[in-house]
């Protein structure tokens, strides 16, 4: 009778474990990855057909006069407000974005913008 007792008290164990191992596996990573948003991807992504993957500006960016942004002399000149209301808004030629993207990821792309300056990286 004991003996049958520790069996099934080891199946109820390993279940158990089982289980919260389950549960570890399926939530943790899918939490994470709805609420980072990814101003890098968002950037190649949207951006980089005129600005380039650096930020340099390819040739249709050039051909549009989209400036440099990784140019410090071009990071000095401009303030996070400005940044921001283009990328909303947009100016010229550069497409408004306030359709397409959330605040939220227009909010990280001016972030992104910044760290786009040469000497930073
Ligand atoms: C169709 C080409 C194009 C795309 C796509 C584009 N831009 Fe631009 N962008 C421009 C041009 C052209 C300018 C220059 C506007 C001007 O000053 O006349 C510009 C200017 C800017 C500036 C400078 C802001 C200012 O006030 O001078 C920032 C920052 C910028 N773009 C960020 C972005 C971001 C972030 C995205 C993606 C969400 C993006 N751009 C997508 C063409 C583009």
Redesign the pocket.
């Known amino acids: 009778m004991a003996y049958k007792k520790n069996n099934v008290l080891r199946i109820v164990f390993i279940f158990s474990a089982l289980f919260l191992l389950a549960g570890f596996f399926t939530s943790s990573p899918s939490r994470g990855e709805e609420k980072t948003i990814n101003a890098r991807k968002l950037?190649e992504y949207?951006?980089a057909?005129?600005?380039g993957l650096t930020g340099e500006a390819n040739k249709?960016?050039k051909a549009?006069?989209?400036?440099d942004?990784c140019d410090p002399e071009w990071q000095s000149s401009?303030t996070d407000e400005?940044?921001l209301h283009?990328?909303t808004n947009g100016?010229?030629?550069?497409?408004r974005?306030s359709e397409r993207?959330k605040p939220e990821e227009i909010e990280a792309?001016a972030k992104y913008?910044r760290k786009l300056e040469k000497k930073k990286r």
């Open positions: 950037f949207h951006c057909k005129c600005h249709r960016g549009l006069k989209a400036p942004l401009i400005q940044i283009t990328i100016k010229n030629k550069m497409p974005w993207l792309l913008v």
